[in-house]
């Protein structure tokens, strides 16, 4: 197994600043047509690396700027001395989002990749990576070009323009948590079953179980996904008050408490009672929404009384987590249509730039409703018509 890295050289005076120290075949001549293998040198000669170069148009360009790459060995020496020599010779190097705002500025690249690649580069879940990736060639663009111009071509009154911005609006957060994991911690009393859950909903024995109550001390983490959708799954200590608490538990019962999550599944064993979790929710995690849910469904157990729509799973035998999925997806993603998620505001920054020029069209504070969607994300002058 081996690999590869790669750099690429931008700007007017990269291809001098390659050739000077490049040896390649008599008389190679640059083109995108062709990729040519040579030696790169440091100032006093020495061999750096065989490296493969090649010519970038800024059509075939990721960041739709023209530039050359050069393919080296991948070791990090090795690239770290190629970069430096670059350095020498008066280059900087430069972020991805640099990249990414002068192709923006070059009007070569669309409004919305510079967020979009980055959350491709970093997509959990297959479903991420083709949604951002559609953002990136320009869906959402190309939606918002189609509602303006239906509302300016008088095919849309006001009213409506505003009712597809609504629900536009709310479901950007199933847009959002495709690039932000939905953080679910499962809680509950010692020998609750959160383990054996936590290993049934990420589908390998990450978390070791014990019948003996209080085996999990730490927080324990596991990226999953519903439905595309990715979940990091959090583990933790069993949350007693009472009996004798060593310093070990009651520091992994601390990190519970402080634990930052979305979504918190209160498990609820066969003797216990839902009212477990009051004494805990009533003083720590005030921001998260709680679930209960009745765990060892398997196990006989007295008849136990449950609210409407408490869940009862069985993780050794699978029963009830298909049904705790499609809750959690219902509950912290809204309705799930069977036809692929629509280009949406796929960011908290984007949302929340939407949702004000929704709120000032609404008011009736903007005459040029044109002018603001193209003040509001940047586009060019003359859209939706360009």
Aim: charged share 25%; with cysteine; net charge negative.
């Amino acid at each position: 197994m081996g690999g590869i890295a790669i750099i690429e050289v931008y700007g007017e005076k990269s291809r001098e600043c390659i050739q000077r120290s490049l040896k390649v075949a008599k008389n190679a001549n640059f083109s995108p047509e062709r990729a040519h293998l040579g030696i790169l040198k440091s100032e006093d000669g020495t061999p750096l690396d065989d490296v493969v170069v090649s010519q970038v148009d800024s059509h075939l360009s990721w960041c739709s700027l023209p530039h050359y790459s050069i393919g080296c060995h991948g070791g990090v020496t090795i690239t770290e001395e190629i970069l430096d020599l670059f350095v020498r010779k008066g280059a900087r190097q430069v972020t991805m989002e640099e990249l990414l705002d002068l192709g923006r500025q070059a009007g070569r690249l669309d409004p919305f990749a510079p967020e979009a690649y980055p959350l491709l580069l970093k997509a959990k879940t297959e479903r991420a990576a083709l949604y951002f990736h559609q953002i990136i060639q320009g869906a959402l663009t190309e939606s918002l070009r189609d509602l303006l111009s239906a509302f300016l071509e008088k095919r849309l009154d006001r009213q409506q323009l505003l009712d597809a911005m609504e629900a536009q609006l709310q479901a950007s957060s199933q847009a959002i948590r495709l690039g932000e994991p939905l953080r679910i911690l499962l809680a509950g009393i010692p020998n609750a079953g959160k383990s054996t859950l936590f290993n049934a909903l990420v589908g390998e024995e990450r978390v070791v179980v014990s019948p003996k109550a209080g085996t999990t001390r730490d927080l324990i983490e596991e990226l999953g996904e519903i439905e595309g959708y990715p979940i990091l799954w959090m583990d933790s200590a069993g949350i007693r008050e009472e009996g004798e608490i060593d310093p070990v538990e009651q520091a992994g019962i601390a990190k519970v408490k402080a634990t930052e999550c979305d979504a918190l599944l209160w498990l609820c064993d066969p003797e216990g009672s839902s009212d477990s979790w009051k004494p805990f929710r009533s003083n720590e995690q005030p921001r998260c929404v709680w679930m209960p849910i009745w765990t060892k469904s398997d196990q006989d157990s007295p008849v136990r009384s449950r609210s409407d729509g408490e869940l009862q799973v069985s993780a050794l035998k699978g029963e009830g987590l298909r049904e705790l999925k499609l809750k959690i997806l219902k509950h912290w993603l809204g309705p799930q249509n069977e036809q692929d998620l629509a280009p949406l505001p796929f960011t908290q920054t984007l949302r929340d730039k939407y949702s004000h020029l929704f709120q000032r069209i609404k008011l009736n504070e903007v005459d040029d409703v044109q002018a603001a969607f193209i003040e509001c994300f940047g586009f060019s002058a003359n859209f939706p018509f360009d």
